[in-house]
C-alpha cells in the first residue's frame, strides 16, 4: 500500500528565502507524482505534475524533481513571497489507479 | 487546462437529510471522476472511484449505502451523502481525469464542497 510522507510539516520562513519542501513514497512503481497547492478552505491547484519517466520539472519560480528510485520528490521555491503562503500537497499516482497524497507542509512566508 | 467544477460550493443540512454534490467536466469528457474527503488540517483520503457506466469502486471504510456516488454520463458524477450526520461534515473534493491530456492522464481537482451537518 502506498504511503506518502511529507517534511516538514509546517515552515516559517522570511521573505526572499529559497526553500524546499520534501515528498517521500514507499512503492515506487508510481505512473506519476503532481505537486499541489491548497489555500485555507479552498481546492487544490495543480502546481506541477513530474511524469514517471522524467526527473524535473520548472514553472516559474518553482522547480519539483524526481527520484523513483529512492522514492522522493522535492519542490524547490526560489524567492518567496508572502503570496506563497499556503499549504502544499504532494500526491503520488498509482499506475492511474488512485491517487495518495501527502499530509502536506503548511508554509508561512514573512513580509 | 482543464476544468472540473463543483455544486454547491457550501451545504449546510440537518442531522437525518441527505445531500447532493455533483462534479462537472466542464470541457473534457472523464470516464473517471474521483471523490476525495479531506478534515480540517487533515490530508485528501480517497473515498471512491466513480467509472462512467459501472458501479462506483469504494475505498475500505467508506460506507457505500452512505456515500451514494452515480456517474451517469461522461461529464457529470455526484455524490450523495445519505442521513447525515456530524461528523460527515467535511470538505469534498472532486477530480477528474482528462484521458487525452498530453502531459498523462493529469487529475484536475474542482474547487471542493464544504458541508456542514448540525
Known amino acids: 500500500k502506498q504511503e506518502v510522507t511529507q517534511i516538514p510539516a509546517a515552515l516559517s520562513v522570511p521573505e526572499g528565502e529559497n526553500l524546499v519542501l520534501n515528498c517521500s513514497f514507499t512503492?515506487?512503481?508510481?505512473?506519476?507524482l503532481q505537486w499541489f497547492r491548497q489555500d485555507p478552505g479552498k481546492g487544490l491547484t495543480s502546481l506541477l505534475l513530474i511524469q514517471s519517466s522524467q526527473r524535473e520539472q520548472t514553472s516559474g519560480r518553482l522547480n519539483a524533481s524526481l527520484d523513483k528510485s529512492s522514492g522522493r520528490s522535492t519542490l524547490y521555491i526560489a524567492a518567496s513571497q508572502p503570496g506563497d503562503s499556503a499549504t502544499y500537497l504532494c500526491?503520488?499516482?498509482?499506475?492511474?489507479?488512485?491517487?495518495?497524497f501527502g499530509p502536506g507542509t503548511r508554509l508561512s512566508v514573512l513580509p | 487546462g482543464a476544468v472540473v467544477s463543483q455544486h454547491p460550493s457550501r451545504v449546510i443540512c440537518k442531522s437525518g437529510t441527505s445531500v447532493k454534490i455533483e462534479c462537472r467536466s466542464l470541457?473534457?469528457?472523464?470516464?473517471?471522476m474521483f471523490w476525495y474527503r479531506q478534515f480540517p488540517k487533515q490530508s485528501l483520503m480517497l473515498m471512491a472511484t466513480?467509472?462512467?457506466?459501472?458501479?462506483?469502486?469504494?475505498e475500505q471504510g467508506v460506507e457505500k449505502d452512505k456515500f451514494l456516488i452515480n456517474h451517469a454520463s461522461l461529464t457529470l458524477s455526484t455524490l450523495t451523502v445519505t442521513s447525515a450526520h456530524p461528523e460527515d461534515s467535511s470538505f469534498y473534493i472532486c477530480?477528474?481525469?482528462?484521458?487525452?491530456?498530453?502531459?498523462?492522464?493529469?487529475?484536475?481537482f474542482g474547487p471542493g464542497t464544504r458541508l456542514t451537518v448540525l
Open positions: 470541457d473534457f469528457q472523464a470516464t473517471t
Open positions: 477530480s477528474a481525469r482528462e484521458p487525452t491530456s498530453g502531459i498523462g492522464n493529469e487529475q484536475f
Open positions: 466513480s467509472n462512467e457506466g459501472s458501479k462506483a469502486t469504494y
Open positions: 500526491a503520488a499516482d498509482n499506475y492511474g489507479q488512485n491517487f495518495v
Open positions: 512503492d515506487s512503481a508510481i505512473y506519476n
